[in-house]
């Protein structure tokens, strides 16, 4: 038997191995708290080795991808959809843009109702410090389509991202993110990718119940609230559920897809890091198609096939293939046991365990 270490070496190498585990095993984690709570769901994230106190140049090219549409969301679907532009803004732990358990300010007010940001930009600009960059893209005419933004700094003072896309026609609805911070806890290291998927908000400042309601404003405001599908949310995920910012869907199930019992993805945020003003490949100068991610990506557990939800019960009777969701399970539970192997790998090092 190899002799055992020392035991403060097993409980150090013991630590590193569950650390290892987090970052290589695609489990992310926030700190619990009422502010950021299930304001976005993070798919897939990819930790880098630039740490939190970088001095140079750090900037995320991201890109925004619409998938809100009648066939997804067939329920009161509009005759003339559109996005309208995205906003996405970097700013300090001290500020929020918008925030799923509260009331929104006039600016956000501004971009949920009407899709303008000139309210909005002021209320940016009069924060000082607490900001750093806003950046927006161009009105989406096809809901199915994405669009490349322009890249947006970031710091170690100004490492939360939030977004808005206004929802077109409707009375306040709007998808994005708040409060996502580049910053790892797990690494202290800033994330060189990061794919987001978004969920449907109601900013609670007008009562329209459809896309198409007249305008009628809620005096007062109530707290901006995310949508939900009632009765298909797990014992932690209830619906509604007002503490968490939950509410249903309006009457007509708009954003339900045809089962009644789901919404899929509307739209999807996905940004690359990049790392000072240097060339991405040695040698080569630099330019945004090094760096951009895909306009198109096939996500099987969400995409729709022929029509089919892959949520219908009745999936692979009607497309006579496989459930990707299942297939999605069985790949999770395969990843969970190399994950358990490496750590036990790690113990018996630690250790001396033959």
């Known amino acids: 038997m190899v002799q055992a270490m020392s035991w403060w070496k097993c409980s150090l190498l013991i630590v590193t191995a569950a650390i290892l585990m987090v970052v290589v095993g695609g489990q992310f984690n926030e700190p619990p708290g009422k ?11 990819e930790n880098s080795n630039i740490n939190q106190r970088y001095p140079g140049t750090l900037r995320y090219y ?30 300090s732990n001290g500020y929020r843009m ?20 000139t309210i909005y930009t002021n209320e940016f600009l009069n924060a000082g410090f607490e900001t750093l960059h806003m950046v927006h893209g161009e009105r989406m005419f096809n809901t199915t389509e994405s669009q490349h933004l322009p890249p947006i700094n970031v710091t170690f003072e100004h490492p939360f991202l939030s977004s808005m896309v206004k929802i077109q026609p409707s009375p306040d609805w709007f998808v994005g993110f708040s409060d996502f911070r580049t910053i790892s806890y797990e690494t202290e290291t800033y994330y060189n990718r990061i794919l987001i998927q978004s969920y449907v908000w109601d900013s609670g400042t007008d009562g329209g119940q459809t896309y198409t309601a007249l305008d009628r404003d809620l005096d007062p ?9 009632r009765g ?4 932690n995920h209830q619906c ?9 869907t309006p009457p007509l199930g708009q954003f339900l897809d045809y089962t009644g019992t789901y919404i899929p993805t509307p739209g999807e945020f996905e940004c690359v890091l990049r790392v000072g003003e240097g060339d991405v490949f040695a040698g080569t100068p630099f330019n945004e198609t090094q760096i951009r991610p895909p306009l198109s990506v096939p996500r099987p557990d969400d995409d729709f096939v022929d029509g089919v939800s892959p949520h219908d019960p009745e999936f692979e009777q009607k497309t006579g293939q496989s459930n990707p969701r299942a297939s999605t399970g ?8 190399v994950q358990a192997i490496t750590v036990l790998g790690f113990v018996v090092a630690a250790c001396g365990i033959l």
């Open 62 to 91: 991201c890109t925004f991808r619409g998938k809100w549409s009648a066939e997804r969301h067939p329920n009161d679907f509009p005759r003339r959809p559109s996005w309208g532009p995205p906003i996405i803004v970097s700013h």
């Open 98 to 117: 918008w925030t799923g358990t509260e009331a929104v300010t006039a600016g956000v007010e501004s971009i949920a109702e009407d899709g303008f940001f």
């Open 330 to 337: 069985v790949r999770l539970t395969i990843l969970a046991a």
């Open 221 to 229: 405001q109530i707290p901006c609230y995310r949508f939900c599908a």
């Open 35 to 45: 502010r950021r709570e299930q304001t976005f769901k993070v798919l897939e994230f």
């Open 232 to 235: 298909s949310g797990k014992s």
């Open 240 to 248: 509604p559920d007002l503490t968490k910012g939950r509410i249903e």
